[in-house]
């Protein structure tokens, strides 16, 4: 058994199906072709008359929110046990999945499930046994079997430092940049800013007397005050007045 193996093996199990044909299987499914004694593992064949129709089981272990947690083969006339789900058609043509048995699996939510099927096989001899296996009957003269394991919890994805530094950095930007929160400050509790203690005052570079600021020339333009403007500027209309006298 490779590594890759092992690991998958060691996953559990999402979902269970069937299909029509071996080339028709979903993407990230494995499809139970032959039994573990190297026979073909059809659902469907008859055994005297070769039938054109097949069927053969799949299953996923494809990270997803639920897992099966058990697996149940039933009589066509039987009733459905209640939080199981009937496998009826086929996934690839959406055709009947089974002629004579019905198979239905019950799924969990994978953070309250503990145990959950990690394998599925197909026996074509039933006086053979599987360690560690469990038998639930037989399909097409085909026992199945499942294997039970442990649900490891999901670990969280992985975050590299300076995502997790960028992340702290936008925090304090956000928290820099948000409005006071004054119904705290009127209930005697104060949230602190990046502003707090920050003092607002006007550099000394801009404070001068009045006598500099009349000196300074801006490009040839000399600010005077009121009085001076009023001096050099004033009119009193005498003449105007005199015609009209």
């Known amino acids: 058994m490779t590594e890759l193996s ?30 573990t004694d190297g026979c073909d593992a059809d659902l469907w064949k008859d055994g005297i008359f070769k ?17 099966v947690v058990d697996m149940k083969l039933m009589e066509a006339k039987d009733v459905l046990p209640e ?10 043509t959406k055709e009947t999945a089974m002629r004579k048995r019905r198979l239905c699996v019950k799924t969990s939510p994978r953070a309250a499930a503990e145990t959950a099927l990690h394998d599925i096989q197909l026996i074509a001899k039933s006086k053979y046994h599987l360690v560690n296996y469990t038998t639930i009957g037989d399909i097409n003269s085909l026992g199945l079997w499942y294997r039970m394991g442990d649900v ?3 670990e969280p994805p992985a975050v590299s430092a300076e995502a997790d530094v960028s992340a702290a950095t936008i925090r304090r930007s956000k928290t820099s940049l948000s409005r006071p929160n004054y119904e705290q400050q009127n209930s005697g509790t104060y949230t602190m800013t990046a502003l707090d203690d920050v003092p607002f005052v006007i550099s000394e570079t801009f404070i001068q007397s009045r006598h500099k600021m009349q000196q300074v020339n801006l490009m040839g333009i000399t600010i005077k005050s009121l009085a001076e403007i009023e001096e050099e500027f004033c009119y009193n209309f005498g003449t105007e007045l005199s015609i009209v006298g």
């Open 6 to 35: 092992i690991k998958r093996s060691a996953a559990p199990i999402s979902a269970v199906g069937v299909i029509s044909s071996l080339s028709k299987a979903p993407d990230d499914y494995f499809v139970i072709a032959q039994t």
């Open 83 to 92: 939080g199981y789900t009937l496998v009826e058609e086929t996934l690839d």
């Open 51 to 67: 039938s054109k129709v097949t069927r053969y089981l799949c299953f996923t272990r494809k990270t997803g929110p639920n897992v």
């Open 152 to 154: 490891a919890p999901l």
